[in-house]
């Protein structure tokens, strides 16, 4: 979809708890998937990703769940941190097109102690 | 390892300059992008290049905008005249593109532009 920072949703969590970041796409075509941490001052930077042909990835502390029935991609943050506080962005593409990411409006998390 | 080096961090001018914001990408990257990000439009892909070619400009503003990769390692955005409204956050990222699977883009730190 469009990126569009203005009034970006925020999400509220306690240090400790998981968090759970949803994001939607559009393109049924879309067989790449990816999710950016954002914070002040600096650029995005890749977290984690998953291709079309799984619908679960893990890294360290992150899980992304991919459903392309519903064309939905989730987040997950074990034992969230102050540090994760950022915006986080997901992005879509196609195989062959250069790469070429779609973003979506991004999430803000916010971490309170 | 270096990642995307972008420079100038900051830039102040007044508008009617021309302004060059300058890019490093990651080295045996071969796809490189240029975004703008604001509050009010969030982030927008501005241009591709694929192998040093540009490859989608669409996103472009206006003819005001024109990028250029004289080489895989060096890559330039250039605004000339300047204006207010391009006041915004400037991101370069590179990726590896081959036949096949797409792999992550990786950006720089940004160059933040303020026109006055």
């Known amino acids: 979809g469009e990126s569009v920072g203005l009034h970006l949703p925020t999400l509220s969590v306690q240090e400790g708890d998981n968090s759970i970041i949803n994001c939607a796409y559009s393109?049924?075509?879309?067989?790449?998937f990816i999710w950016y941490k954002q914070e002040s001052g600096k650029g995005p930077q890749f977290i984690i990703d998953?291709?079309?042909?799984?619908d679960k990835r893990q890294g360290q502390r992150v899980t992304v769940l991919l459903n392309k029935t519903v064309k939905h991609l989730s987040l997950q943050i074990a034992a969230t941190q102050p540090g994760d506080s950022a915006v986080y962005f997901c992005?879509?593409?196609?195989?062959?097109?250069?790469?070429?990411?779609?973003f979506g409006a991004g999430t803000r998390l916010a971490v309170h102690p | 390892d270096a990642g995307v080096i972008q420079s100038p961090r900051h830039e102040v001018t007044e508008m009617g300059q021309e302004v060059t914001l300058r890019c490093k990408p990651i080295?045996?990257?071969?796809?490189l992008f240029w975004y703008r990000q604001t509050m009010m439009r969030g982030l927008e892909l501005l241009i591709y290049?694929?192998?040093?070619?540009?490859?989608?400009d669409s996103g472009m503003p206006e003819d005001r905008f024109s990028a250029k990769m004289p080489n895989a390692s060096f890559s330039t955005l250039k605004i000339q005249p300047s204006e207010p409204r391009d006041s915004a956050v400037y991101f370069c990222?590179?990726?590896?593109?081959?036949?096949?699977?797409?792999?992550?883009?990786?950006f720089g730190d940004g160059t933040r532009l303020s026109i006055l």
């Open positions: 990222a590179s990726s590896s593109t081959g036949v096949g699977s797409n792999q992550p883009q990786h």
């Open positions: 998953i291709r079309s042909n799984m």
């Open positions: 393109n049924s075509a879309s067989d790449y």
């Open positions: 992005a879509d593409s196609i195989s062959g097109g250069y790469n070429k990411l779609i």
């Open positions: 290049f694929n192998n040093n070619v540009p490859i989608d």
């Open positions: 080295s045996g990257h071969n796809s």
